[in-house]
């Protein structure tokens, strides 16, 4: 074992490196090393930058009590993960989604799949395209609960995080506008991101005025469905089928179709439309 003496000059302290050991490693002035302190609260020197990744969590869970569904997701919540993911043996009812959400204070990060609660743990004003995808997916559990005429109570605090996400967008956006904070994302991509958040917000204001008779509600599913995958992968092909969709909603004729509500749907969607179709040509032009 090798012993150093501690240096120091004014209030840094600092350990010349073994210099066979900078050899090895090829470690140069250029050279960027990564230090670590473990759980015995040593320092550990790596000769390489490491990026440590958080880990994704996946948890099979048998049984489903509200009490012991509600302390696992605080746990894996409260953990140092990426995201979790826990998968239940059977799915849990509307109202069980409600109750749920109730102990957990109203947080807008879960999802209520089915057999599935995930979140992603690590979304913040930096990542407000996972926001986004949030937003699009409550708004899909909103269609669904209205076809089935199923707790509207559980709607309306869809809704509210839906508003509360939209808010948290833009927030993020002005930030990144005025401080210049550090973000994964381009300046263009969080004005694009920005603007479907906002009709994505409107058009959830409209659907909670159809009923679950309206066949309309299929379609809106499914655009609203394309969406979330753009937002995820930008692709050419993926944004004109989508405007061939619209386009032929926009063409239907006859019964509720001809509805103020269903016109101004279908008028938030095809702008949507038009803002995918302006960032994919912003994508191609600065490639």
């Not at 986004?132 to 869809?158: A, H």
Request: glycine share 2%; with cysteine.
């Amino acid at each position: 074992m090798d012993s150093r003496k501690i240096q120091k000059s004014g209030t840094t302290h600092y350990v010349y490196l073994p210099a066979n050991w900078c050899r090895e490693n090829e470690i140069t002035t250029d050279s960027v090393v990564t230090l670590e302190k473990n759980s015995k609260g040593d320092l550990i020197l790596h000769p390489k930058e490491v990026k440590k990744e958080m880990s994704i969590l996946k948890i099979d869970l048998s049984h489903q009590s509200e009490e012991a569904v509600n302390k696992l997701i605080i746990a894996s919540y409260i953990n140092p993960v990426k995201s979790f993911e826990i998968n239940l043996e059977s799915p849990l009812s509307s109202q069980q989604v409600l109750t749920h959400k109730k102990l957990l204070g109203g947080m807008e990060l879960f999802d209520f799949e089915d057999n599935k609660i995930s979140c992603q743990t690590s979304f913040s004003l930096k990542d407000p395209d996972m926001l986004l995808k949030n937003m699009i997916r409550k708004v899909k559990g909103i269609i669904m609960l209205i076809k089935k005429q199923d707790v509207p109570e559980l709607i309306e605090r869809y809704e509210e995080e839906i508003d509360k996400s939209n808010l948290l967008i833009h927030k993020a956006v002005i930030s990144s506008f005025m401080f210049k904070r550090a973000s994964r994302l381009r300046h263009i991509d969080l004005f694009y991101l920005s603007l479907i958040s906002r009709m994505i917000e409107q058009i959830t204001d409209y659907l909670l005025c159809l009923d679950s008779e309206d066949g309309i509600l299929d379609d809106f599913y499914s655009a609203i469905e394309k969406i979330e995958s753009l937002i995820e992968y930008l692709n050419q092909d993926d944004v004109m089928n989508l405007i061939e969709q619209i386009t032929d909603l926009k063409d239907a004729k006859g019964g509720k179709n001809e509805s103020f509500i269903y016109k101004r749907i279908i008028n938030l969607l095809d702008h949507i439309t038009e803002i995918l179709s302006d960032w994919l040509i912003t994508n191609k032009v600065d490639d």
